[in-house]
T-cell receptor, first 112, second 113 residues
Framework: DAKTTQPPSMDCAEGRAANLPCNHS???????VYWYRQIHSQGPQYIIH???NNETNEMASLIITEDRKSSTLILPHATLRDTAVYYC?????????????FGKGTTLSVSS | DAEITQSPRHKITETGRQVTLACHQT?????MFWYRQDLGHGLRLIHY???????NKGEVSDGYSVSRSNTEDLPLTLESAASSQTSVYFC????????????FGSGTRLTVV
């Protein structure tokens, strides 16, 4: 699996958009980008995933650059409850069932 | 509703003792995983299973073992507990072919004294 690089921490004001970057410059053509988050003391929670098109769901949007070497997770209106560690993970589709390997992620702090 | 449960939530054990952490899921997922989480290390994969009687080693498997005798359960055993195994342990499950659908348990906090 390709490696990912994320900033260790970010701050965001409540109500503003939180944009979390992820670099995956060695990503292969069959690898998806997945985002999970972990709120303090809880198990990680799936947010969103994508291959090359931008994706949106009720939680967030995922913007993947055209060359697929980086992506951005967008929380459009961050709330205090979005304070968490956010993990960007790259994994190939032909590894169905292969365990996710988590890096250290980005700690997002949302303040009022 | 389907769920994944871990027990106990908290456990204190002595160095050298064998301890088993339970993980039970009612999602009927084929894949199950064990992770540990320590400050400064994030989540690290211990063992995982793709189905009954299948087990695989992860990143930090030394000192741990698992067995999969049915779909619902993947118990994690510490053969001889060490202080370095003090950690929070998370179990997860997923359906084959659905890499986005990982469901995690609430975790077990294990302290080895």
């Amino acid at each position: 699996d390709a490696k990912t690089t994320q900033p260790p921490s970010m701050d965001c004001a409540e109500g503003r958009a939180a944009n979390l970057p992820c670099n995956h410059s060695t990503i292969s053509g069959n690898e998806y980008v997945y985002w999970y988050r972990q709120i303090h003391s809880q198990g990680p929670q799936y947010i969103i995933h994508g291959l090359k098109n931008n994706e949106t769901n009720e939680m967030a949007s995922l913007i993947i650059t055209e060359d697929r070497k980086s992506s951005t997770l967008i929380l459009p209106h961050a709330t205090l409850r979005d304070t968490a560690v956010y993990y960007c993970i790259v994994r190939a589709t032909n590894q169905a069932g292969t365990a996710l390997i988590f890096g250290k992620g980005t700690t997002l702090s949302v303040s009022s | 509703d389907a769920e994944i449960t871990q027990s106990p939530r908290h456990k204190i054990t002595e160095t050298g003792r064998q301890v088993t952490l339970a993980c039970h899921q009612t999602w009927n997922h084929n894949n199950m995983f064990w992770y540990r989480q320590d400050l400064g290390h994030g989540l690290r994969l211990i063992h995982y299973s793709y189905g009954v009687h299948d087990t695989n080693k992860g990143e930090v498997s030394d000192g741990y073992s698992v067995s999969r005798s049915n779909t619902e359960d993947l118990p994690l055993t510490l053969e001889s507990a060490a202080s370095s195994q003090t950690s929070v342990y998370f179990c997860a499950s997923s359906e084959s072919g659905a890499p986005y659908g990982y469901t995690f348990g609430s975790g077990t906090r294990l302290t080895v004294v």
